[in-house]
Protein backbone atom coordinates (compact mmCIF):
# COMPACT_ATOMS: atom_id res chain seq x y z
CA UNK A 1 0.00 0.00 0.00
CA UNK A 2 1.16 3.35 -0.96
CA UNK A 3 -0.21 7.29 -0.38
CA UNK A 4 0.92 8.20 -4.39
CA UNK A 5 -2.52 8.77 -4.44
CA UNK A 6 -2.20 12.08 -3.05
CA UNK A 7 0.25 13.10 -5.82
CA UNK A 8 -2.41 12.70 -8.25
CA UNK A 9 -4.30 15.73 -9.65
CA UNK A 10 -7.53 16.42 -8.17
CA UNK A 11 -9.85 15.64 -11.92
CA UNK A 12 -8.01 12.83 -13.07
CA UNK A 13 -11.26 10.74 -12.16
CA UNK A 14 -13.44 13.51 -12.89
CA UNK A 15 -15.61 11.01 -14.73
CA UNK A 16 -16.08 8.88 -12.23
CA UNK A 17 -16.25 11.17 -8.90
CA UNK A 18 -18.97 13.30 -10.26
CA UNK A 19 -21.25 11.17 -10.38
CA UNK A 20 -20.20 8.91 -6.93
CA UNK A 21 -20.82 12.57 -5.41
CA UNK A 22 -24.37 12.73 -6.44
CA UNK A 23 -24.81 9.40 -5.31
CA UNK A 24 -23.42 10.68 -1.78
CA UNK A 25 -25.20 13.85 -1.81
CA UNK A 26 -28.51 11.53 -1.95
CA UNK A 27 -27.61 9.36 1.42
CA UNK A 28 -25.89 12.45 3.08
CA UNK A 29 -28.84 14.78 3.08
CA UNK A 30 -30.98 13.31 5.40
CA UNK A 31 -28.81 11.43 7.13
CA UNK A 32 -27.64 15.12 8.08
CA UNK A 33 -31.12 16.15 9.10
CA UNK A 34 -31.39 13.00 10.89
CA UNK A 35 -28.57 13.38 12.70
CA UNK A 36 -29.59 16.82 13.83
CA UNK A 37 -32.94 15.78 14.91
CA UNK A 38 -31.04 12.72 17.11
CA UNK A 39 -28.52 15.39 18.58
CA UNK A 40 -31.07 17.82 19.39
CA UNK A 41 -29.61 20.65 17.64
CA UNK A 42 -31.25 23.22 15.04
CA UNK A 43 -31.57 21.08 11.39
CA UNK A 44 -29.31 23.60 9.45
CA UNK A 45 -26.59 22.64 11.83
CA UNK A 46 -26.18 18.83 10.29
CA UNK A 47 -26.46 20.28 6.91
CA UNK A 48 -23.29 22.79 7.84
CA UNK A 49 -21.44 19.93 9.11
CA UNK A 50 -22.43 18.06 5.76
CA UNK A 51 -20.88 20.80 3.90
CA UNK A 52 -17.76 21.74 5.74
CA UNK A 53 -17.05 17.82 6.12
CA UNK A 54 -17.67 17.67 2.04
CA UNK A 55 -15.95 20.87 0.83
CA UNK A 56 -13.03 21.34 4.20
CA UNK A 57 -12.65 18.38 5.49
CA UNK A 58 -12.52 16.73 1.76
CA UNK A 59 -10.13 19.04 0.36
CA UNK A 60 -8.15 19.14 3.21
CA UNK A 61 -8.26 14.86 4.02
CA UNK A 62 -5.28 12.54 2.04
CA UNK A 63 -8.63 9.90 2.01
CA UNK A 64 -9.67 8.84 -1.50
CA UNK A 65 -12.84 7.28 -0.63
CA UNK A 66 -13.76 8.90 2.91
CA UNK A 67 -16.55 11.21 3.35
CA UNK A 68 -17.08 13.33 6.11
CA UNK A 69 -20.24 15.12 8.30
CA UNK A 70 -22.41 14.62 11.16
CA UNK A 71 -21.65 10.88 12.55
CA UNK A 72 -25.04 9.10 14.21
CA UNK A 73 -21.97 7.91 16.86
CA UNK A 74 -21.58 11.31 18.34
CA UNK A 75 -25.71 11.69 18.31
CA UNK A 76 -26.09 10.74 22.18
CA UNK A 77 -22.86 12.53 23.38
CA UNK A 78 -24.42 15.79 21.54
CA UNK A 79 -27.75 15.33 22.90
CA UNK A 80 -26.37 15.38 26.39
CA UNK A 81 -24.02 18.13 26.24
CA UNK A 82 -26.67 20.38 24.78
CA UNK A 83 -28.63 19.36 28.02
CA UNK A 84 -25.78 19.40 30.28
CA UNK A 85 -24.25 22.49 29.42
CA UNK A 86 -27.66 24.77 29.07
CA UNK A 87 -27.49 26.57 25.16
CA UNK A 88 -26.49 25.29 22.04
CA UNK A 89 -24.74 28.01 21.37
CA UNK A 90 -22.06 27.66 24.33
CA UNK A 91 -21.72 23.63 23.57
CA UNK A 92 -20.28 25.00 20.10
CA UNK A 93 -17.55 26.13 21.76
CA UNK A 94 -16.98 22.93 22.74
CA UNK A 95 -17.13 22.01 18.94
CA UNK A 96 -14.62 24.31 18.40
CA UNK A 97 -12.19 23.13 21.31
CA UNK A 98 -12.70 19.30 20.02
CA UNK A 99 -11.41 20.32 16.43
CA UNK A 100 -8.07 22.30 18.29
CA UNK A 101 -7.40 18.88 19.91
CA UNK A 102 -7.76 17.03 17.38
CA UNK A 103 -5.66 19.38 15.44
CA UNK A 104 -2.80 18.80 18.10
CA UNK A 105 -3.12 15.24 18.14
CA UNK A 106 -2.41 15.45 14.30
CA UNK A 107 0.48 16.84 14.90
CA UNK A 108 1.98 15.07 17.50
CA UNK A 109 1.58 11.88 15.09
CA UNK A 110 -1.49 9.98 17.23
CA UNK A 111 -2.89 9.05 13.90
CA UNK A 112 -0.44 5.54 14.52
CA UNK A 113 -3.30 4.27 17.18
CA UNK A 114 -5.36 2.79 14.11
CA UNK A 115 -2.53 0.70 12.73
CA UNK A 116 -3.19 -1.50 16.04
CA UNK A 117 -7.52 -2.46 14.81
CA UNK A 118 -6.88 -6.23 13.81
CA UNK A 119 -8.57 -6.55 9.96
CA UNK A 120 -11.20 -9.30 12.08
CA UNK A 121 -12.46 -6.23 13.64
CA UNK A 122 -12.34 -3.88 11.18
CA UNK A 123 -14.34 -6.15 8.53
CA UNK A 124 -16.82 -6.67 11.93
CA UNK A 125 -17.78 -2.97 11.55
CA UNK A 126 -18.06 -2.79 8.18
CA UNK A 127 -20.46 -5.65 8.49
CA UNK A 128 -22.47 -4.65 11.36
CA UNK A 129 -22.74 -1.25 9.63
CA UNK A 130 -24.22 -2.91 7.05
CA UNK A 131 -26.70 -4.95 9.28
CA UNK A 132 -27.45 -1.69 10.88
CA UNK A 133 -28.29 0.49 7.86
CA UNK A 134 -30.67 -2.30 6.81
CA UNK A 135 -32.25 -2.95 9.75
CA UNK A 136 -32.71 1.02 10.60
CA UNK A 137 -34.18 1.20 7.00
CA UNK A 138 -37.00 -1.48 6.81
CA UNK A 139 -39.65 0.54 8.31
CA UNK A 140 -38.87 3.65 6.50
CA UNK A 141 -39.39 1.00 3.58
CA UNK A 142 -42.46 0.54 4.99
CA UNK A 143 -43.65 3.79 5.95
CA UNK A 144 -42.97 3.61 9.69
CA UNK A 145 -41.10 7.24 9.93
CA UNK A 146 -41.62 7.66 14.15
CA UNK A 147 -37.85 7.63 14.58
CA UNK A 148 -35.30 9.74 12.43
CA UNK A 149 -33.34 8.34 9.70
CA UNK A 150 -30.06 9.33 12.01
CA UNK A 151 -31.40 7.26 14.44
CA UNK A 152 -28.59 4.36 14.80
CA UNK A 153 -28.84 3.74 18.31
CA UNK A 154 -30.23 0.40 19.55
CA UNK A 155 -32.71 2.39 21.85
CA UNK A 156 -34.18 4.71 19.61
CA UNK A 157 -35.89 8.21 20.49
CA UNK A 158 -39.64 6.56 19.46
CA UNK A 159 -38.69 4.56 22.70
CA UNK A 160 -38.19 1.70 20.76
CA UNK A 161 -35.23 -0.74 20.00
CA UNK A 162 -33.71 -2.09 16.58
CA UNK A 163 -35.94 -4.83 16.58
CA UNK A 164 -39.30 -3.73 18.08
CA UNK A 165 -39.64 -1.27 15.52
CA UNK A 166 -39.73 -3.47 12.63
CA UNK A 167 -41.89 -6.04 14.40
CA UNK A 168 -44.65 -3.02 15.57
CA UNK A 169 -44.34 -1.31 11.56
CA UNK A 170 -47.00 -2.95 9.83
CA UNK A 171 -49.49 -0.41 11.97
CA UNK A 172 -47.71 2.76 10.02
CA UNK A 173 -47.25 0.84 7.01
CA UNK A 174 -48.64 3.03 4.20
CA UNK A 175 -49.19 1.28 0.65
CA UNK A 176 -47.60 4.81 -1.61
CA UNK A 177 -44.79 4.27 0.36
CA UNK A 178 -44.35 0.48 -0.33
CA UNK A 179 -44.68 1.16 -3.67
CA UNK A 180 -41.77 4.02 -3.99
CA UNK A 181 -39.87 1.46 -2.36
CA UNK A 182 -40.88 -1.28 -4.57
CA UNK A 183 -39.69 0.47 -7.55
CA UNK A 184 -36.85 2.28 -5.84
CA UNK A 185 -35.39 -1.28 -5.33
CA UNK A 186 -36.37 -2.64 -8.75
CA UNK A 187 -34.21 0.27 -10.44
CA UNK A 188 -31.47 -0.37 -7.98
CA UNK A 189 -31.11 -4.18 -8.37
CA UNK A 190 -31.57 -3.99 -12.43
CA UNK A 191 -28.91 -1.54 -13.05
CA UNK A 192 -26.67 -4.29 -11.51
CA UNK A 193 -27.95 -7.08 -13.95
CA UNK A 194 -25.40 -8.22 -16.43
CA UNK A 195 -27.95 -7.24 -19.26
CA UNK A 196 -28.50 -3.46 -18.55
CA UNK A 197 -24.42 -3.02 -18.12
CA UNK A 198 -24.42 -3.48 -22.09
CA UNK A 199 -26.18 0.04 -22.53
CA UNK A 200 -24.01 3.40 -22.06
CA UNK A 201 -26.59 5.37 -20.52
CA UNK A 202 -26.00 3.03 -17.68
CA UNK A 203 -23.11 4.14 -17.27
CA UNK A 204 -24.08 7.64 -17.36
CA UNK A 205 -26.92 7.93 -15.47
CA UNK A 206 -26.67 6.91 -11.54
CA UNK A 207 -29.20 4.84 -10.40
CA UNK A 208 -29.70 6.35 -7.21
CA UNK A 209 -30.09 9.64 -9.10
CA UNK A 210 -33.41 8.05 -11.00
CA UNK A 211 -34.70 6.46 -8.08
CA UNK A 212 -34.79 9.89 -6.28
CA UNK A 213 -36.53 10.96 -9.43
CA UNK A 214 -39.06 8.58 -9.65
CA UNK A 215 -40.21 9.14 -5.78
CA UNK A 216 -40.62 12.51 -6.65
CA UNK A 217 -42.47 12.36 -9.50
CA UNK A 218 -44.32 9.17 -7.94
CA UNK A 219 -45.15 11.68 -4.50
CA UNK A 220 -46.86 14.48 -7.04
CA UNK A 221 -48.87 11.53 -8.74
CA UNK A 222 -49.75 10.55 -5.61
CA UNK A 223 -51.17 13.70 -3.99
CA UNK A 224 -54.80 13.93 -3.50
CA UNK A 225 -55.48 9.80 -3.62
CA UNK A 226 -56.91 8.86 -0.22
CA UNK A 227 -55.04 5.68 -0.19
CA UNK A 228 -51.67 6.37 -1.76
CA UNK A 229 -51.25 10.22 -0.89
CA UNK A 230 -47.75 10.34 1.62
CA UNK A 231 -48.08 14.11 1.68
CA UNK A 232 -50.50 16.51 4.13
CA UNK A 233 -50.92 14.97 6.94
CA UNK A 234 -47.96 12.22 6.73
CA UNK A 235 -45.47 14.83 6.08
CA UNK A 236 -42.95 12.84 7.62
CA UNK A 237 -42.62 10.30 4.80
CA UNK A 238 -40.59 13.22 2.83
CA UNK A 239 -37.27 14.82 3.67
CA UNK A 240 -37.53 18.34 5.66
CA UNK A 241 -34.80 20.87 4.92
CA UNK A 242 -35.30 24.50 6.17
CA UNK A 243 -36.76 26.47 3.40
CA UNK A 244 -35.32 29.92 3.38
CA UNK A 245 -36.68 32.74 0.94
CA UNK A 246 -34.04 35.10 1.14
CA UNK A 247 -30.47 35.81 1.99
CA UNK A 248 -31.01 37.44 5.02
CA UNK A 249 -33.17 34.19 5.95
CA UNK A 250 -30.94 31.82 4.74
CA UNK A 251 -28.13 33.68 6.98
CA UNK A 252 -30.58 33.58 9.57
CA UNK A 253 -29.73 30.09 10.09
CA UNK A 254 -26.34 30.01 11.05
CA UNK A 255 -25.50 30.34 14.25
CA UNK A 256 -22.51 32.09 16.29
CA UNK A 257 -20.92 30.35 19.49
CA UNK A 258 -21.15 32.24 22.76
CA UNK A 259 -17.32 32.20 23.44
CA UNK A 260 -18.31 33.31 27.23
CA UNK A 261 -18.45 29.37 27.12
CA UNK A 262 -14.45 29.16 27.57
CA UNK A 263 -14.71 29.73 31.20
CA UNK A 264 -17.39 26.82 32.00
CA UNK A 265 -15.62 23.60 32.94
CA UNK A 266 -18.37 21.43 31.41
CA UNK A 267 -17.45 23.07 27.72
CA UNK A 268 -13.90 21.39 28.05
CA UNK A 269 -15.18 18.38 29.69
CA UNK A 270 -16.95 18.03 26.60
CA UNK A 271 -14.67 19.25 23.95
CA UNK A 272 -12.38 16.17 25.12
CA UNK A 273 -15.20 13.68 25.30
CA UNK A 274 -15.73 14.83 21.27
CA UNK A 275 -11.92 15.03 20.63
CA UNK A 276 -11.52 11.86 21.35
CA UNK A 277 -15.06 9.88 20.09
CA UNK A 278 -14.71 11.83 17.15
CA UNK A 279 -10.98 10.58 16.64
CA UNK A 280 -11.33 7.08 17.19
CA UNK A 281 -14.51 6.98 15.14
CA UNK A 282 -12.49 8.79 12.18
CA UNK A 283 -9.46 6.68 12.47
CA UNK A 284 -11.59 3.14 12.52
CA UNK A 285 -13.61 4.61 9.50
CA UNK A 286 -10.07 5.73 7.65
CA UNK A 287 -8.98 1.96 8.46
CA UNK A 288 -12.34 0.59 6.89
CA UNK A 289 -12.44 2.84 3.80
CA UNK A 290 -9.10 1.73 2.83
CA UNK A 291 -9.41 -2.16 3.34
CA UNK A 292 -12.67 -1.12 0.47
CA UNK A 293 -10.43 0.48 -1.49
CA UNK A 294 -9.88 -1.61 -4.71
CA UNK A 295 -6.52 -0.03 -5.16
CA UNK A 296 -5.76 -0.61 -1.55
CA UNK A 297 -4.71 2.86 -1.05
CA UNK A 298 -3.21 4.33 2.28
CA UNK A 299 -4.70 7.28 4.14
CA UNK A 300 -2.01 8.98 6.03
CA UNK A 301 -3.86 9.01 9.66
CA UNK A 302 -2.28 12.11 10.48
CA UNK A 303 -2.96 14.36 8.00
CA UNK A 304 -6.89 13.34 8.50
CA UNK A 305 -7.21 13.72 11.99
CA UNK A 306 -5.56 17.68 10.80
CA UNK A 307 -8.28 17.97 8.50
CA UNK A 308 -10.98 16.43 10.92
CA UNK A 309 -9.93 19.29 13.57
CA UNK A 310 -10.34 22.14 10.88
CA UNK A 311 -13.59 20.76 10.04
CA UNK A 312 -14.55 21.11 13.12
CA UNK A 313 -13.26 24.06 14.15
CA UNK A 314 -14.73 25.83 11.33
CA UNK A 315 -18.15 23.75 12.26
CA UNK A 316 -18.17 24.85 15.89
CA UNK A 317 -17.44 28.50 14.52
CA UNK A 318 -20.78 28.64 12.23
CA UNK A 319 -23.52 26.57 13.65
CA UNK A 320 -22.74 22.87 12.76
CA UNK A 321 -22.67 19.95 15.06
CA UNK A 322 -19.12 17.66 14.98
CA UNK A 323 -17.91 16.42 12.33
CA UNK A 324 -16.19 12.70 12.00
CA UNK A 325 -15.23 10.74 8.71
CA UNK A 326 -18.32 8.50 8.29
CA UNK A 327 -18.40 4.66 7.08
CA UNK A 328 -21.77 4.91 5.27
CA UNK A 329 -21.18 7.82 3.31
CA UNK A 330 -17.78 6.65 2.84
CA UNK A 331 -19.13 3.17 1.26
CA UNK A 332 -21.75 4.47 -0.68
CA UNK A 333 -18.97 6.59 -2.01
CA UNK A 334 -17.14 3.62 -2.91
CA UNK A 335 -19.65 1.16 -4.05
CA UNK A 336 -21.08 4.15 -6.34
CA UNK A 337 -17.64 4.28 -8.34
CA UNK A 338 -15.89 6.87 -6.66
CA UNK A 339 -12.18 6.98 -7.19
CA UNK A 340 -10.60 9.76 -5.06
CA UNK A 341 -11.32 12.57 -2.68
CA UNK A 342 -12.97 15.16 -5.45
CA UNK A 343 -16.71 12.72 -5.07
CA UNK A 344 -16.38 14.33 -1.28
CA UNK A 345 -16.10 17.55 -2.13
CA UNK A 346 -18.52 17.53 -4.79
CA UNK A 347 -21.12 16.06 -2.78
CA UNK A 348 -20.41 19.06 -0.51
CA UNK A 349 -21.29 21.68 -2.80
CA UNK A 350 -23.95 19.90 -4.00
CA UNK A 351 -25.09 19.99 -0.33
CA UNK A 352 -24.61 23.90 -0.58
CA UNK A 353 -26.01 24.89 -3.25
CA UNK A 354 -28.90 22.81 -3.20
CA UNK A 355 -30.04 23.82 0.16
CA UNK A 356 -29.61 27.28 -1.10
CA UNK A 357 -31.43 27.55 -4.82
CA UNK A 358 -34.30 24.52 -4.46
CA UNK A 359 -34.91 23.70 -1.08
CA UNK A 360 -38.52 23.35 -2.16
CA UNK A 361 -37.40 20.40 -4.77
CA UNK A 362 -35.78 18.62 -2.08
CA UNK A 363 -38.53 18.36 0.70
CA UNK A 364 -40.62 16.27 -2.15
CA UNK A 365 -38.02 13.62 -2.11
CA UNK A 366 -39.42 10.44 -0.17
CA UNK A 367 -37.54 8.84 2.52
CA UNK A 368 -38.78 5.51 0.92
CA UNK A 369 -36.76 6.11 -1.81
CA UNK A 370 -33.54 7.01 0.49
CA UNK A 371 -34.27 3.89 2.19
CA UNK A 372 -34.00 1.91 -0.84
CA UNK A 373 -30.55 3.15 -1.21
CA UNK A 374 -29.20 2.74 1.94
CA UNK A 375 -31.09 -1.23 2.17
CA UNK A 376 -28.55 -1.70 -1.19
CA UNK A 377 -25.77 -0.34 0.77
CA UNK A 378 -26.65 -2.18 3.54
CA UNK A 379 -26.55 -5.66 2.25
CA UNK A 380 -23.36 -5.09 -0.13
CA UNK A 381 -21.55 -4.12 3.30
CA UNK A 382 -22.94 -7.11 4.94
CA UNK A 383 -23.04 -9.81 2.02
CA UNK A 384 -23.31 -13.13 3.25
CA UNK A 385 -20.01 -14.28 1.37
CA UNK A 386 -17.83 -12.18 3.67
CA UNK A 387 -19.19 -14.09 6.68
CA UNK A 388 -17.96 -17.33 5.03
CA UNK A 389 -14.89 -15.72 4.03
CA UNK A 390 -14.15 -14.60 7.83
CA UNK A 391 -15.17 -18.25 9.08
CA UNK A 392 -12.65 -19.67 6.30
CA UNK A 393 -9.91 -17.70 7.85
CA UNK A 394 -10.66 -19.72 11.66
CA UNK A 395 -12.13 -18.84 14.67
CA UNK A 396 -9.46 -16.61 16.15
CA UNK A 397 -10.35 -14.34 12.47
CA UNK A 398 -14.08 -14.95 13.36
CA UNK A 399 -15.36 -14.95 16.78
CA UNK A 400 -13.69 -11.40 16.96
CA UNK A 401 -15.37 -10.79 14.01
CA UNK A 402 -18.99 -11.79 15.32
CA UNK A 403 -18.85 -10.36 18.48
CA UNK A 404 -17.76 -6.56 16.58
CA UNK A 405 -21.50 -7.23 14.90
CA UNK A 406 -23.38 -8.34 17.42
CA UNK A 407 -21.92 -5.28 19.54
CA UNK A 408 -22.36 -2.97 17.22
CA UNK A 409 -26.12 -4.00 16.63
CA UNK A 410 -27.15 -3.75 20.75
CA UNK A 411 -24.92 -0.68 21.47
CA UNK A 412 -23.09 1.41 19.01
CA UNK A 413 -20.17 1.10 16.57
CA UNK A 414 -17.38 2.69 19.27
CA UNK A 415 -18.29 -0.72 22.29
CA UNK A 416 -18.66 -2.86 19.61
CA UNK A 417 -15.05 -1.96 18.20
CA UNK A 418 -14.07 -2.16 21.62
CA UNK A 419 -15.62 -5.97 22.58
CA UNK A 420 -14.13 -7.09 19.60
CA UNK A 421 -11.08 -5.51 19.78
CA UNK A 422 -11.22 -7.17 23.75
CA UNK A 423 -11.96 -10.97 22.03
CA UNK A 424 -9.37 -10.04 19.57
CA UNK A 425 -6.55 -9.23 22.25
CA UNK A 426 -8.14 -12.28 24.35
CA UNK A 427 -7.38 -14.74 21.23
CA UNK A 428 -3.67 -13.88 20.94
CA UNK A 429 -3.18 -14.64 24.56
CA UNK A 430 -4.61 -17.60 24.46
CA UNK A 431 -2.93 -18.26 21.27
CA UNK A 432 0.32 -17.62 22.91
CA UNK A 433 -0.53 -20.06 25.73
CA UNK A 434 -1.21 -22.67 23.64
CA UNK A 435 1.50 -22.67 20.95
CA UNK A 436 4.39 -20.45 21.81
CA UNK A 437 7.22 -23.13 21.07
CA UNK A 438 7.83 -26.29 18.31
CA UNK A 439 8.19 -29.37 21.18
CA UNK A 440 8.87 -32.68 20.18
CA UNK A 441 9.19 -36.37 22.53
CA UNK A 442 11.55 -39.31 22.35
CA UNK A 443 13.64 -41.37 24.01
CA UNK A 444 17.26 -41.16 25.38
CA UNK A 445 18.08 -44.72 26.54
CA UNK A 446 15.65 -45.35 29.15
CA UNK A 447 14.71 -41.38 30.14
CA UNK A 448 12.06 -39.88 28.13
CA UNK A 449 13.57 -36.32 26.66
CA UNK A 450 11.56 -33.70 25.98
CA UNK A 451 13.07 -30.75 23.44
CA UNK A 452 11.68 -27.76 22.91
CA UNK A 453 12.52 -25.09 20.30
CA UNK A 454 11.68 -21.29 21.40
CA UNK A 455 11.01 -19.21 18.29
CA UNK A 456 12.55 -15.94 17.55
CA UNK A 457 11.10 -13.81 19.97
CA UNK A 458 10.28 -14.90 23.67
CA UNK A 459 7.70 -12.52 24.88
CA UNK A 460 5.86 -12.15 28.60
CA UNK A 461 3.11 -13.45 27.11
CA UNK A 462 4.68 -16.29 26.78
CA UNK A 463 5.23 -16.66 30.70
CA UNK A 464 2.45 -18.97 31.07
CA UNK A 465 2.65 -21.66 28.70
CA UNK A 466 6.37 -21.79 29.82
CA UNK A 467 5.30 -22.21 33.66
CA UNK A 468 2.83 -25.35 32.22
CA UNK A 469 5.51 -26.53 30.82
CA UNK A 470 7.86 -26.96 33.33
CA UNK A 471 4.79 -28.22 35.95
CA UNK A 472 3.93 -30.93 33.64
CA UNK A 473 7.80 -32.18 32.83
CA UNK A 474 8.14 -35.91 34.45
CA UNK A 475 10.26 -36.20 37.34
CA UNK A 476 13.13 -38.37 36.02
CA UNK A 477 13.27 -36.81 32.11
CA UNK A 478 15.31 -35.12 30.39
CA UNK A 479 14.33 -31.33 29.47
CA UNK A 480 16.15 -29.60 26.29
CA UNK A 481 15.66 -26.09 25.65
CA UNK A 482 17.33 -25.01 22.58
CA UNK A 483 17.38 -21.22 21.47
CA UNK A 484 20.18 -21.44 19.00
CA UNK A 485 17.64 -19.04 16.74
CA UNK A 486 16.11 -16.75 19.62
CA UNK A 487 16.95 -13.56 19.39
CA UNK A 488 14.94 -11.81 22.15
CA UNK A 489 13.79 -12.95 25.39
CA UNK A 490 11.95 -11.00 28.09
CA UNK A 491 13.16 -11.21 31.70
CA UNK A 492 10.33 -12.73 33.15
CA UNK A 493 11.46 -15.97 31.14
CA UNK A 494 14.65 -16.10 31.98
CA UNK A 495 14.05 -15.76 35.61
CA UNK A 496 11.65 -18.60 35.18
CA UNK A 497 14.48 -20.64 33.07
CA UNK A 498 16.66 -20.19 36.29
CA UNK A 499 14.15 -20.88 38.91
CA UNK A 500 13.69 -23.93 37.16
CA UNK A 501 17.52 -25.20 36.62
CA UNK A 502 17.68 -24.48 40.32
CA UNK A 503 14.91 -27.05 41.18
CA UNK A 504 15.32 -29.72 38.41
CA UNK A 505 17.60 -31.54 40.92
CA UNK A 506 15.36 -32.02 43.56
CA UNK A 507 12.94 -33.59 40.61
CA UNK A 508 16.07 -35.68 39.14
CA UNK A 509 15.32 -33.64 36.13
CA UNK A 510 18.22 -33.38 33.89
CA UNK A 511 18.25 -29.64 32.24
CA UNK A 512 20.02 -28.71 29.15
CA UNK A 513 20.50 -25.43 27.51
CA UNK A 514 21.24 -25.03 23.84
CA UNK A 515 22.17 -21.50 22.60
CA UNK A 516 24.87 -19.35 24.09
CA UNK A 517 22.15 -16.55 24.47
CA UNK A 518 20.31 -18.12 26.69
CA UNK A 519 23.33 -20.03 28.33
CA UNK A 520 24.61 -16.47 29.59
CA UNK A 521 21.43 -15.16 30.95
CA UNK A 522 21.06 -17.81 32.94
CA UNK A 523 25.19 -18.26 34.19
CA UNK A 524 24.57 -17.00 37.23
CA UNK A 525 21.92 -19.73 38.38
CA UNK A 526 23.19 -22.61 40.16
CA UNK A 527 23.78 -25.45 37.97
CA UNK A 528 21.65 -28.70 37.87
Known amino acids: MSAN ?10 KNDLPAGVVVFLVALPLCLGISMASGAPLFA ?28 LAVIVLDAIADIG ?38 MLAGIGILIFLKQIPHAFGDDRASVGDFEFLQSDNENTFSEILSMYQYASPGVMIITGISLFILLIWEAGFMKKFAFTKLVPPQLLVVLFGILLCLVFQGNETFDITGKLEDHLVSIPVTDSFDSFIGNFTLPNFAGFGNKQVWITAIIIAIVASLETLLCVEASDKQDPEKRMTPTNRELKAQGVGNILSGLIGGIPITQVIVRSSANMQAGGRSKLSAIFHGLLLLICVVSIPNILNL ?18 KPSTFRKMYRQGMNQFIPFIVTIIGMILTDLLIGVTLGLGVAIITILYNN ?70 NARARNIEFRLLGRKLKKLTADAPKS
Open 365 to 382: IPKAALAAILLVVGYKLA
Open 87 to 124: SFEVFLVSVMLAGVLQLILGFVRGGFIAYYFPSSVIHG
Open 433 to 502: FKTPYHLTKDKEGERERVHIYFPTDVTFLNKASVIKLFNDAKDGSILEIDCTDMQYIHHDITELIRDFRF
Open 46 to 73: GLISGIIGGIVVGALSGSPLGVSGPAAG
Open 5 to 14: HLKEPLFKYI
